[in-house]
């Protein structure tokens, strides 16, 4: 599993779940981190659920390695995506790369992103979390959905309202703190991840807590609703996440959570860009009966379990890389 990364986000945590079930199902999984950018909470992560991994010098490094390594290479990113498949083909290696992101961005990064989506035809398989994200590729791919690993159980005891992501121009943090600052004074509003607008909307709405990067693991249960106001999406994991411990969401209706949130059941769905609409469905959500708090978030627990979870999902990733082997193997026969 090939990764450039930086800080810890939608792509790191699927690289980590996919990695966690693939070495908890006896498969031989290595994730590499094409640089080291230093302290990373995914080392720490991956070390504690015994997953191998090694950080990388750059492309020189990885090339060498792909030569003496017989192995499915499979890529998350534009950078790593770009150069894994790259590398890969001149190594006459199998590679597959996954394609996570909704949001092409601007400038250098839209031209990365365009470089990305272009080379897509060097890959011998392709995953993307969502039908918009595939209908941009050049070539054809499987639809697989983002996944979490599932609670056993779930409770619904958090009161907090909060956004969860970095806090760049694309996820909308402005927006949520905008919609929010006014429910600050008699509900606790809470914002957390890290990134370029913290110290600017951190001075701008004083009443919301920022609370920067922290283990989310530790956080989860004082939240009852997550609010997604993203600009673009594919299949935000945040989402998952959440309504796998039982928490609903309230989200634009982007990529592909129309099909994860089934409006006024597990969640609610706001046009996009409609903030007003939004402010309202917060209000809903404070006014619903503790009865119906607790019916939409079995609803949307018993969805993750049932669709998103590692063991319904892991299965059809593996599946692609399994016929990414086979086509290798194919052009390696004739």
């Known amino acids: 599993q090939l990764l450039d990364s930086r800080s810890t986000g939608g792509i790191e945590t699927h690289v980590f779940n996919l990695s966690y079930w693939l070495v908890q199902q006896g498969y031989k999984c290595e994730v590499l981190l094409l640089k080291d950018y230093g302290a990373h909470p995914l080392k720490k992560q991956m070390s504690k659920a015994g997953i191998p991994w090694r950080t990388l010098k750059g492309v020189a490094e990885l090339n060498h390695l792909l030569k003496k390594t017989k192995c499915l290479l499979a890529t998350h990113g534009y950078k790593a995506g770009i150069l894994g498949r790259i590398l890969a083909k001149l190594n006459n290696l199998a590679v597959i790369s996954t394609y996570h992101s909704g949001d092409r961005g601007t400038g250098k990064l839209r031209c990365y992103s365009a470089i990305d989506e272009c080379s897509s035809r060097l890959a011998d398989n392709i995953i993307c979390v969502s039908s918009e994200i595939a209908a941009r590729l050049p070539v054809p791919s499987n639809l697989v959905p983002n996944f979490v690993e599932v609670p056993s159980t779930t409770s619904f005891k958090g009161n907090k309202i909060a956004f969860v992501g970095r806090l760049s121009i694309e996820k909308?943090?402005?927006?949520?703190?905008?919609?929010?600052?006014?429910?600050?004074?008699f509900t606790p509003i809470y914002v957390f991840g890290g990134g370029p607008m913290l110290d600017s909307l951190s001075n701008a709405y004083p009443t919301i807590n920022w609370c920067g990067n922290?283990?989310?693991q530790?956080?989860?249960?004082?939240i009852g609703l997550l609010c997604i106001t993203s600009r673009s999406?594919?299949?935000?994991?945040?989402?998952?996440?959440a309504m796998a411990r039982g928490i609903p969401v309230i989200s634009y209706a982007l990529g592909g959570i129309p099909q994860l949130i089934e409006h006024r059941k597990n969640g609610w769905l706001v046009n996009p860009g409609d903030t007003q609409k939004f402010s309202s469905t917060i209000e809903q959500?404070?006014?619903l009966s503790t009865k119906d708090k607790k019916a939409m978030s079995i609803s949307a627990y018993q969805?993750?379990?049932?669709?998103?979870s590692s063991d319904i999902v892991?299965?059809?990733i593996l599946s692609s890389y399994q016929r990414a082997l086979q086509r290798v193997l194919n052009k390696t026969k004739r």
Do not use: R
């Not at 530790?218 to 004082?222: G, R, V």
């Open 172 to 185: 909308g943090p402005d927006t949520f703190a905008k919609i929010c600052k006014d429910f600050s004074c």
């Open 285 to 287: 959500w404070l006014s």
């Open 303 to 308: 969805l993750i379990k049932s669709t998103y």
């Open 233 to 241: 999406e594919g299949l935000p994991l945040v989402a998952l996440e």
């Open 314 to 316: 892991g299965p059809q």
């Open 214 to 216: 922290v283990d989310m």
């Open 218 to 222: 530790e956080q989860w249960e004082e």
